[in-house]
């Protein structure tokens, strides 16, 4: 059982900056990837970034890509997401989740099998 916990959102304007963690549970948090996702009102789950067990590998969302940052520390349990030159359509909320152990990388939401409870994040034109 893994357990994740977001934290970090808020308000922010536009082109400002936050930055979110998300700290696991368990003693495996170093075996897998873990990813970012965000799901704003009336729109469908979408991919934001996702870093490899190691950290070795990051990928991002088309829309993220150059602005947004994942990292983690697997001594900490912790992936984090700086989020920098925010924009209005960022607004949503931000989930952390883990990727099922059988794929090593993945867009999708339904090959993660453990998700946080999210954090808001809005940004204000």
């Known amino acids: 059982q893994v357990q994740l916990v977001e934290s970090g959102g808020g308000l922010v304007q536009v082109g400002g900056s936050l930055r979110l963690s998300c700290a696991a549970s368990?003693?495996?948090?170093?075996?897998?990837?873990m990813g970012w996702f965000r799901q704003a009102p009336g729109k469908e789950r979408e991919f934001v970034a996702a870093?490899?067990?190691?950290?070795?590998?990051?990928f991002y969302g088309d829309s993220v890509k150059g602005r947004f940052t994942i990292s983690r520390d697997n001594a900490k349990n912790t992936v984090t997401l700086q989020m920098n030159s925010l924009k209005p359509e960022d607004t949503a909320v931000y989930y952390c989740?883990?990727?099922?152990?059988?794929?090593?990388?993945?867009?999708?939401?339904?090959?993660?099998?453990?998700w946080g409870q999210g954090t808001q994040v809005t940004v204000s034109s």
């Open positions: 989740a883990k990727l099922d152990g059988r794929y090593s990388i993945s867009r999708r939401a339904n090959d993660y099998d453990y």
């Open positions: 870093i490899t067990s190691t950290g070795g590998s990051t």
């Open positions: 368990g003693r495996t948090f170093s075996t897998y990837t």
